[in-house]
């Protein structure tokens, strides 16, 4: 083959690329609403995003005005997703007679239901075979009303011994969030997760995995997962996911000393992690109340004292600094940043200084297809960017609004979380 032809095939994808005409108009609009329909959460739905994202790798930079009507035509599209049922006890999915299936997601509406102040999480107790929103719901249900929260009490899909991060309920439990904020006027700063036994557990684990979308977690008599030196050994760790990345989140923890069901060794080695988090990167605020003489019942005075100490807390969903060690292939943005195909148990700590206009970010895995998101609210978009990942340079220059960035960061109707643009944090 010439070099002419050669230089042919390896220039005409990017030729063919470079001629494709961006979409516009009804076409662009279809685009846009289909991507917002899909569920990132499944690879199917992630792969089809990717390929409606390259559709829109040819449109030119958003100047001011098209990115302020992109935002307002995507805040109208969130309220046509789905909503929920505004008190009782209720299925998120209804049987399909067709498809042969039963139907699926019980969750009960409780707590202040009219002009909410915020949002409650409540998870449920349980262990394999075992577990019920219906008694969780009636544990909470006065302490949250009078605090002036929604409950939203949920029900795990499969009572699992961790059934809050089995079987699909964590992504469960993340619709529900979603679905609550376009149903109630409610404030996505003030979003948190609480629960007494196995939903302590849940508590401290979504509150991890997702500590970008919750204001405080208050975990009752439930631990994270121990990592144990052997069966039955020290605690030598805390499962993967969790305390790094509450840096920004209040936590609050309940424990009985007695407690046959959940020693208080578990929660205690996470408590000491959490002050070592903090004496390291700043940060976890935390409080730990410790009684003798409950067993695996409520706090004393019951819920409400312990959620006394987090219905004051907001998210602040622009922070300085993150720390993030992600677990979940589909948690891909967390804050400000952006991991295509997050690498699990990394360790990111990503710190802003705007009086630089930079991001200094430090990892122990590679960062391919990692981004910092931006606007103004980040860093000053009209000055010169820097990014370092390691003390290597690793994008110098300004950044561009691009609708692919909007709509990567809209596939939830919390606004604080959407951005405009992205710079690399990779070579």
């Not at 009960?108 to 929103?133: E, F, M, R, S, W």
């Not at 069901?261 to 700043?282: M, S």
Request: net charge neutral.
């Amino acid at each position: 083959m010439s070099v002419r032809a050669t230089l042919l095939v390896v220039l005409a994808p990017a030729i063919l690329l470079a001629q494709a005409k961006p979409p516009g108009g009804k076409e662009l609009d279809q685009i846009v609403a289909t991507f917002l329909a899909l569920d990132d959460k499944t690879d199917a739905g992630h792969a089809q995003q990717v390929e409606l994202l390259t559709r829109l790798a040819a449109l030119p930079p958003l100047d001011a005005r098209q990115t302020t009507a992109w935002q307002s035509r995507i805040r109208k599209l969130w309220h046509k997703g789905r909503k929920l049922e505004t008190g009782g006890d209720n299925w998120f999915w209804a049987a399909d007679a067709k498809q042969h299936t039963e139907r699926r997601g019980r969750y009960i509406v409780g707590g202040k239901t009219n002009a909410p102040k915020g949002l409650a999480i409540n998870l449920h107790g349980g262990g394999v075979g075992q577990g019920d929103a219906g008694g969780a719901a009636a544990a909470y249900d006065s302490a949250l009303g009078s605090l002036g929260l929604l409950m939203i009490a949920p029900e795990v899909l499969e009572k699992t011994e961790r059934g809050w991060t089995d079987s699909g309920t964590e992504e469960f439990v993340l619709d529900l969030v979603d679905a609550a904020l376009r149903t109630w006027k409610l404030d996505p700063d003030r979003v948190f997760f609480v629960g007494h036994s196995m939903g302590g557990y849940g508590s401290w684990a979504l509150g991890g995995h997702h500590a970008d979308r919750v204001a405080a977690i208050a975990p009752s008599a439930g631990a994270p997962t121990p990592i144990r030196e052997r069966a039955g050994g020290p605690i030598v760790d805390i499962q993967s996911g969790v305390i790094p990345s509450l840096r920004n989140v209040f936590v609050s923890v309940y424990q009985s000393l007695d407690d046959p069901q959940v020693p208080p060794a578990p929660n205690q080695y996470a408590v000491r992690l959490l002050g070592e988090a903090a004496a390291k990167w700043g940060g976890y605020e935390h409080d730990y109340w410790e009684v003798d003489g409950r067993g695996h019942a409520a706090p004393p005075g019951g819920y409400q004292p312990q959620l006394e100490k987090i219905v004051g807390r907001t998210r602040n969903a622009v922070p300085e600094r993150i720390v993030w060690q992600p677990v979940l292939p589909w948690k891909r943005q967390f804050h400000w940043l952006w991991w295509e195909a997050p690498i699990a148990d990394a360790l990111v700590v990503a710190d802003l200084d705007r009086a630089a206009n930079a991001v200094r970010i430090t990892c122990d895995q590679p960062t391919e297809g990692l981004w910092v998101l931006l606007d103004e609210r980040v860093l000053d978009l009209g000055k010169e960017i820097v990014v370092t990942v390691n003390g290597t340079e690793t994008f110098r220059g300004k950044a561009t609004n691009e609708l692919g960035t909007l709509l990567r960061t809209s596939q939830h109707p919390d606004p604080a979380l959407q951005f405009v643009a992205r710079v690399r944090a990779f070579s």
